[in-house]
């Protein structure tokens, strides 16, 4: 099968032919339908450090898919048939440790990642284990069913930022801000703006149903944003949605900084009394639950952020127009 392969610890893919898997016990083997290029892949790419930590190669990369139960590999009962159309939670969790038995799967203690630190989804074919495979809603277009990862992150923060009624603030229009803004909608918030430097991302803000779309946030709304949704991993711009927050505002932190971010304890966590939050990845699986609905009730449009599709075999071209900022999200059709 053609897969998209990580060869060697250095920046770079390698598109190969290389055998089918076999779905090892509690694993189901799936024929791939779409896939869609995710942010992390960009940086497993071009090989930043924080893949370099994380990844040991050779390695099939990819982790959001959609495709087709084609066998099982289990002796008991599970909750999938073959046929099924099925997406990926990146986040393999080991059903072990204290966070999962409390039911906080998505921060277990011994994650292991789906195309990060096992074979993915950017091939013909792919493994799943079967207590991360997701059971696809059919009346769900596919190819939102790729994207359902972002949309899921997205859903994760605004819930987490209790957004009925107020006024939010997005801080970098990525596809998992552009998608917080169109869930923050859904979700009932009273105001939605939304931050970006690139026009083009602005433009999809506009689609995806965002009141207001600006290049940056005038002064005079400081301390008016009763939400404040941190997309960008922008250390500077963390800072600034410090700024923008109301006294008690809740603000919560997505995008992951890639320096240190200075925090001015008295100035905004004591005078102005704000939460912080964070976001790590999706419920399992209440998130799934929010974002089937809302897709399959149409509260939110997906197929609006997919600006552009490739076959797999183009995946180099597909990942140096997603490098650009002119793209939502990228569907790969093996
Ligand atoms: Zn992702
Ligand atoms: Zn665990």
């Not at 096992?118 to 493994?127: I, K, L, M």
Request: proline content about 5%; charged content about 25%; aromatic content about 8%.
């Amino acid at each position: 099968m053609l897969a998209v392969v990580k060869e060697k610890p250095a920046p770079g893919v390698v598109i190969k032919r290389i055998p089918v898997p076999i779905p090892q016990k509690g694993e189901v083997l799936i024929k791939v339908l779409y896939s869609s290029i995710c942010g992390t892949d960009i940086g497993i790419y071009d090989w930043n450090a924080w893949a370099a930590s994380y990844i040991k190669p050779p390695i099939v990369i990819g982790h959001e898919v959609v495709g087709k139960v084609i066998e099982i590999n289990s002796t008991s009962p599970t909750h999938l048939k073959k046929g099924d159309i099925v997406s990926s939670e990146t986040h393999i969790f080991c059903n072990k440790c204290y966070q999962c038995l409390i039911n906080n799967r998505h921060i277990c203690e011994n994650m292991e990642l789906f195309g990060i630190g096992r074979n993915g989804g950017f091939a013909e074919y792919a493994t799943i284990p079967i207590k991360t495979t997701w059971k696809n809603d059919p009346a769900i277009p596919i190819e939102a069913m790729s994207v359902q990862e972002p949309l899921g992150n997205a859903v994760h923060v605004v819930t987490k930022a209790k957004v009925t009624g107020k006024k939010v603030l997005v801080l970098g229009l990525g596809p998992t801000g552009l998608c917080a803004g169109a869930v923050a909608k859904a979700y009932g918030a009273k105001e939605v703006v939304g931050i970006n430097r690139g026009e083009f991302r602005r433009k999809l803000a506009k689609k995806m149903g965002f009141d207001r779309v600006l290049s940056e946030i005038p002064k005079r709304e400081y301390s008016s944003f009763d939400c404040v949704l941190e997309m960008t991993g922008n250390s500077e711009v963390f800072t600034v949605g410090l700024e923008a927050i109301r006294i008690a505002g809740v603000f919560v932190a997505f995008g992951i900084p890639k320096k240190e971010v200075i925090l001015n304890v008295g100035k905004y966590l004591i005078n102005k009394e704000i939460t912080i939050k964070s976001v790590f990845g999706r419920r399992i699986w209440e998130t799934w639950f929010q974002t089937t609905d809302l897709l399959k009730n149409k509260k939110v449009d997906l197929t609006k952020i997919i600006t552009h599709r490739f076959k797999l075999s183009e995946f180099d071209k597909a990942m140096e127009i997603m490098k650009s900022g002119k793209a939502g999200k990228i569907l790969l059709k093996p």
